[in-house]
């Protein structure tokens, strides 16, 4: 059973940085796309960051120039680095991977909390 655990969720002042991991575990075939998904209170989930098999990147126009997407394929992990944080960027962080083995399908984390102070 593949299983994604996120890491790295907290409270931070605005301006701040904070790091979230995203670690899969089991047995895992082949990782397609990594993304990051996220969902303020009271709002829809929507997509933050994702990143390809081949290191293609593309982010939100909310997140441009401050998020960082970047993935580690022998850990089998993604990273998000977000610098610069504002209080509108409150929200659950949630990872997601496509995964290949035997059919390809989607995985989410169980989602991390991040909140941004003023």
């Known amino acids: 059973q593949i299983q994604l655990v996120e890491s790295g969720g907290g409270l931070v002042q605005a301006g701040g940085s904070l790091r979230l991991s995203c670690a899969a575990s089991g047995n895992i075939g082949s990782i397609n796309t990594m993304a990051w998904y996220r969902q303020a209170s009271g709002k829809q989930r929507e997509l933050v960051a994702i990143?390809?098999?081949?290191?293609?990147?593309n982010y939100a126009d909310s997140v441009k120039g401050r998020f960082t997407i970047s993935r580690d394929n022998a850990k089998n992990t993604s990273y998000l680095q977000m610098n610069s944080l504002k209080p509108e960027d409150t929200a659950v962080y949630y990872c997601?991977?496509?995964?290949?083995?035997?059919?390809?399908?989607?995985?989410w984390g169980q989602g991390t909390q991040v909140t941004v102070s003023s």
């Open positions: 997601n991977m496509v995964i290949t083995r035997f059919g390809r399908y989607e995985y």
């Open positions: 990143v390809s098999s081949g290191g293609t990147t």
